[in-house]
């Protein structure tokens, strides 16, 4: 079985600083590993993915996140916040062996000015 | 690519009422799936569809819910009857899995059962 746990609800800013939303997973086998956006009334946007390789991501909109194999964790992160930033962040996590992914419960950002 | 494309965007019905989600998928995808959000339980996986053929549906509710897709660039998700506990935002997404596996969302159609 996979999971996900996103620990925190909701995650407060100053714009300008930088961000962390936490993401910790259980997986079997090598795991493939997404962070998506959700802005109000939107669908679920992807931002970025770690498959295979460097263990620092680089995604859309200036996001990056790091996997950490030993930790179990793909904390997404950003070096400086813009209050265009709060919306809802899902981590996500499967396998080569499933196609199927599971999504953690989503962490509310909210980016102050 | 207009994206993965999805009718109604809002749906309001009473109770017992049919009612019939539609979705296109990103031209070139193999899969398909449908989820559902409400606050309460946060994003639920529905059904998965590859190469159009249901793969798991162990996320459908109960019979009341039924899914198709009948080509590779169709797929609806049908309610018969509807109850106020259906009311939730159903987003339909597609991807091509064994390439890059990320999932592209529609923008959902937000349903109200009265």
């Known amino acids: 079985a996979q999971s996900v746990a996103q620990p925190e609800d909701q995650v407060n800013v100053a714009e300008g600083n930088p961000l962390t939303v936490k993401c910790t997973y259980s997986?079997?086998?090598?795991?493939?590993l997404f962070w998506y956006v959700q802005y109000p009334n939107r669908g679920l946007q992807f931002l970025l993915k770690y498959i295979t390789g460097d263990n620092l991501v680089k995604g859309s909109y200036g996001f990056e996140a790091e996997f950490n194999k030993s930790q179990t964790s793909f904390h997404l992160k950003k070096p400086s916040a813009l209050v265009s930033d709060s919306a809802l962040y899902f981590c996500a996590v499967t396998s080569g062996g499933s196609y199927i992914p599971t999504f953690g419960r989503g962490t509310s950002l909210i980016v102050h000015p | 690519d207009a994206g993965v494309i999805q009718s109604p965007r809002h749906e309001v019905t009473e109770m017992g009422q049919e009612v019939t989600l539609r979705c296109k998928p990103i031209s070139g995808h193999n899969s398909l799936f449908w989820y559902r959000q409400t606050m309460m339980r946060g994003l639920e996986l529905l059904i998965y569809?590859?190469?159009?053929?249901?793969?798991?549906d162990s996320g459908m509710p109960e019979d009341r819910f039924s899914a198709k897709m009948p080509n590779a660039s169709f797929s609806t998700l049908k309610i018969q009857p509807s109850e106020p506990r259906d009311s939730a935002v159903y987003f339909c997404?597609?991807?091509?899995?064994?390439?890059?596996?990320?999932?592209?969302f529609g923008p959902g159609t937000r349903l109200t059962v009265t």
């Open positions: 997404a597609s991807s091509t899995p064994g390439s890059s596996y990320e999932q592209y």
């Open positions: 569809f590859n190469n159009n053929v249901p793969i798991d």
């Open positions: 997986v079997s086998g090598n795991p493939y």
